[in-house]
């Protein structure tokens, strides 16, 4: 960091959606930041393409070598591979945070590679942006992304933001339009399990429903409307955006599934009965606190 406490030199691990979109995000931000991307041959190809100037390496080392935040936006899996190699290499003064989707694994992980001396005095912090689409890579990036999105860091506040580091990364989230939000690992993949992890499985779920009733004439779907591709936006998504999300937070998935699965059971065997109209104004409800808080 310079001596006004701002990040000069941004590492990027992963430029995909997330992580291409955050450094664009930073330059549109920082005037004199400079940042580089690690990633594979073919992403850094594309960054390219889009005339980026980002200095590109396949070379970690030479990436985080010299910055003074790192800023790691591959899947999970790969976040905590990665995680002791990037202690060994980056410098003593960096910050080093994470986009994971689920954030137990990573800040465990985390603890073995940043406790006690084993980066010489570089800092973790977990963190998630509750930010993204149902398209991913490079090519749809957007600096806006992170605009209007509440951005997960997890610790405790008045404890992690006595470190100037994570005092200025918090101040450049709010530069960029996010909204930082303070919890722990275990709440955190409590709630996203429930917000975000089951409501794309079920979405997943319902397109499979809907490709096994469709006919040869094209029925139901060439009779489906705006509210059914609402519903199934996010069904887009790839797999390997998923796979880890849900090899890591397995437990707390399946049990928003089941609570899913209850809500079902009581909405099919009470389709005679008034009772709906309660379940239907709790929903309505529901969606007015969401509509409200954008």
Not at 51 to 64: D, F, I, P, Q, T
Not at 180 to 201: N, R, Y
Request: aromatic share 6%.
């Amino acid at each position: 960091m310079n001596d006004t406490g701002e990040f000069r030199r941004v590492a990027i691990l992963g430029a995909g959606l997330v992580g291409a979109s955050f450094g664009a995000a930073v330059e549109r931000a920082c005037q004199s930041v400079s940042i580089a991307a690690y990633d594979t041959p073919e992403v850094l190809r594309k960054l390219r393409d889009r005339n980026c100037a980002w200095k590109a390496s396949e070379n970690l080392g030479e990436v985080v070598g010299d910055a003074d935040l790192v800023y790691v936006a591959l899947p999970v899996g790969a976040i905590v591979e990665v995680l002791p190699e990037i202690a060994a290499k980056c410098s003593a003064r960096a910050l080093v945070t994470d986009a994971g989707s689920t954030k137990a694994h990573v800040c465990n992980a985390a603890k073995r590679s940043f406790g006690g001396d084993a980066a010489a005095g570089a800092k973790f912090l977990g963190g998630h942006p509750i930010a993204g689409k149902e398209l991913s890579g490079t090519e749809h990036a957007d600096a806006e992304l992170f605009r209007g999105a509440r951005y997960a860091l997890i610790g405790n506040a008045s404890e992690e933001e006595g470190d100037s580091r994570v005092q200025q990364f918090v101040k450049l989230l709010r530069a960029i339009g996010a909204e930082p939000v303070w919890t722990d690992a275990e709440t955190h993949d409590w709630a996203l399990a429930i917000v975000s992890q089951m409501p794309q499985l079920v979405a997943v779920a319902l397109a499979r429903v809907i490709a096994d009733e469709t006919d040869e004439k094209g029925l139901p779907v060439s009779l489906a409307g705006n509210g059914l591709r609402d519903m199934l936006r996010i069904a887009g998504s790839r797999y390997e955006t998923w796979r880890d999300i849900c090899l890591t937070n397995a437990d707390n998935i399946a049990r928003s599934l089941d609570r899913t699965a209850q809500a079902i059971d009581f909405l099919r065997t009470h389709l005679a009965s008034r009772e709906l109209e309660t379940e239907f104004r709790g929903a309505n409800e529901v969606y007015k606190s969401l509509r409200d808080m954008h």
